[in-house]
């Protein structure tokens, strides 16, 4: 899957699949972070299924957040190291080399040069199970997803922002943490990885 949106609409999914929506909405309503408005509007949107225990059936809330993973991510990083973000530039090329085909020891540096620490990175991952459900990521998505999501909190930090609105925990928390699962599905769930074949990238990296 090479999109953060899904394959159908809400109204196109079977019934017993709005059904899985609709109970995921509902819990997240009633979580100490819900409300009934963003509720409402999680509940026609989203990949995976908190309701399965199937190896990749893990579950994201996505609705109207642009898939960047559709950018290589190199491009990005050279822009920002021109604009006199140097820091936040290598961790997009790290993430770039890693996009177009590399290994994770890219991964790994990058969380070398990322900064913050692993205790913002367990709120995160706190943050998500109130929100989804426990060890929900471990289950295993399509590899583009934390890619595009990591990427738009790495472009957010690079905005100035520093604290992710919906959380509340810092951007670069979020970041460690999708990098965490991109780590943890090259050993869990290799048929995940949909990174686009490396030869159309020869060149970026």
Same mark, same amino acid.
């Given at each position: ?13 079977? $019934?017993? +699949? ?19 408005? @963003?509720?409402?509007? /999680? ?10 225990? $199937?190896? =990749?059936?893990?579950? +994201?809330?996505?609705? *109207? ?9 190199? &491009? ?7 604009? =006199? ?9 790290? /993430? *770039? ?6 290994? !994770?020891?890219? /991964?790994?540096? &990058?969380?070398? !040069? ?13 943050? =998500? ?25 790495? &472009? $957010?930090?690079?905005?100035?922002? +520093?604290?992710?609105? %919906? ?8 970041? +460690? ?5 991109? &780590? ?6 290799? %048929? ?7 030869? @159309?990238?020869?060149? /970026?990296?």
């Amino acid at each position: 899957m090479g999109s953060c949106e899904p394959d159908y609409g809400y109204e196109d999914q079977p $019934a017993v +699949r709005r059904e899985e929506f609709d109970a995921a909405a509902r819990r997240y309503k009633q979580s100490a972070f819900g409300d009934a408005k @963003l509720a409402a509007a /999680l509940a026609p949107s989203g990949v995976g299924d908190l309701n399965s225990d $199937a190896k =990749g059936s893990g579950a +994201r809330f996505n609705t *109207g957040k642009p898939a960047l993973e559709l950018i290589p991510y190199t &491009l990005i990083g050279r822009q920002l190291r021109g604009r =006199g973000q140097p820091a936040l530039g290598d961790v997009f090329c790290e /993430l *770039g080399a890693w996009q177009a085909g590399g290994g !994770t020891e890219h /991964l790994y540096d &990058l969380l070398s !040069t990322l900064e913050g620490d692993w205790d913002d990175c367990a709120r995160v991952f706190e943050y =998500g199970m109130k929100k989804y459900k426990a060890w929900n990521w471990a289950k295993g998505m399509a590899w583009s997803i934390p890619l595009a999501c990591a990427g738009r909190h790495l &472009l $957010a930090m690079s905005r100035g922002e +520093r604290t992710d609105p %919906e959380s509340g925990e810092p951007h670069h928390g979020h970041v +460690r943490c999708n990098v965490v699962m991109l &780590l943890t599905y090259a050993s869990t769930f290799p %048929e995940g990885d949909d990174r686009p074949p490396a030869e @159309l990238f020869k060149g /970026l990296t």
